[in-house]
Every structure is written in C-alpha cells, then in structure tokens.
C-alpha cells in the first residue's frame, strides 16, 4: 500500500507523485529525536524499512537503509489548511507516542493502513496547519478518539503526567518533591527514561 491519501484537487497531484518514480522529499523523525530530510523513491509501509536518498549536501552520507521501528514519524506534507478544509467537520483525535508525547489535532480523512504502519492527514489544534503523516505501528501506544479537548481520560497523560499535572503550581518543596516521585515511577518502570527527563525538565522551568 502506498503511503498517500486519496483526495480530489491538491491530493491527486500527492497521488501522481507517489505513483511515479521520481523521488520526493520527506522529513522523518526518529525515536530518539533527531531528524532527517531527504527523498524516497516510493513511500510504503509494507516493507520493513524505508530506503532515503540524505539531501544534505554536507554529510558523507549519501543514502540510508532505515528501519521502522527506529522511526517515530514521518512528514510527507505540510501545508497550510484551505478555507474548505478549516470549515469542515472533522472529529477530535489525540496521538499518543511510545516515549510519551501526545499529538492533537483534527483527523481530516480515514486512517490508512499498511501492514507495518498507518497514514493520515492531521491538522492542528489551531487549524493552521496541516500535515500528511506516516506512524510505524511500533512508534504508536494508542490514538484517541476525543470529545473535547478538555476531557480527556485519566489514563491519557499517564499516571506521571497526572501527577504533574496537579502539582505544578505548588510552593518550590513541593515541586522538589515531584521530582523524587517521578524517580519512584522511572524506577517502577512506570515511566521511560526519556519521559523522566521531559517532565523533570518542567518541573525546572517552573522554579
């Protein structure tokens, strides 16, 4: 299954594209959070990995063979929404990611599936702007499908983000103190290294 979604004007040209054989430039983000630019000659997800011709001139490297499941995501499109596309209903989505991050915004469009990933169109919270993305299913913890934006599930921010949550606009000793309940669940195992890092680095930026 290609990785492109069927719409009438703008999105035919994406499908034209993805059909040929001439390359077209991704951005992919990885799992531990570095990035890449370069272009692939057919975008799937039904094979393992992807194979990309590295646009930076600078770099030694020319080509690489990357596997799935040491991506995160990968950005087929950005764009900036139609008057059309802002006017119309869509239903509220939250993406939750492996290490913790939490993507929202509006589902434009049905999910896409291949065997090793998912393809959608995402538009902001905001509706400014719209992106094609590309999720291996090993990257995903779960999508949401939400309400509103304010009632979200317990169990969606995580029990650490819960906690955070609730305890960000304490005195400074209480926020010390989140800082060693958030060791107590990273050596729970409750929580990724990672995700400790993220929420002590907020808890910081409050003092």
Known sequence: MALYY???????????????????????????????????????????????????????????????????RVTLETATPSAAETGREMRKVAIRFQDGEVLKG??????RHAVHGMTLRLMTAERDRIETLALPYTALKALFYLKTWDSRPPEFDGEADTYLTRRLSSPLVDLMSDIGELEKLRKRGAISESEFQRKRRKILDKI
């Open 6 to 72: 069927r719409r009438i004007n703008r999105a035919e040209v994406r499908m034209a594209r993805s059909k040929s054989t001439e390359p077209h430039t991704v951005i992919i983000r990885f799992l531990d959070g570095e990035i890449i630019e370069g272009r692939v000659p057919r975008l799937t997800f039904d094979e393992p990995n992807l194979v990309l011709q590295v646009s930076d001139g600078s770099s030694n490297n020319e080509q690489a063979v990357i596997p799935l499941p040491a991506i995160k």
């Open 106 to 111: 509006y589902l434009d469009g049905e999910l």
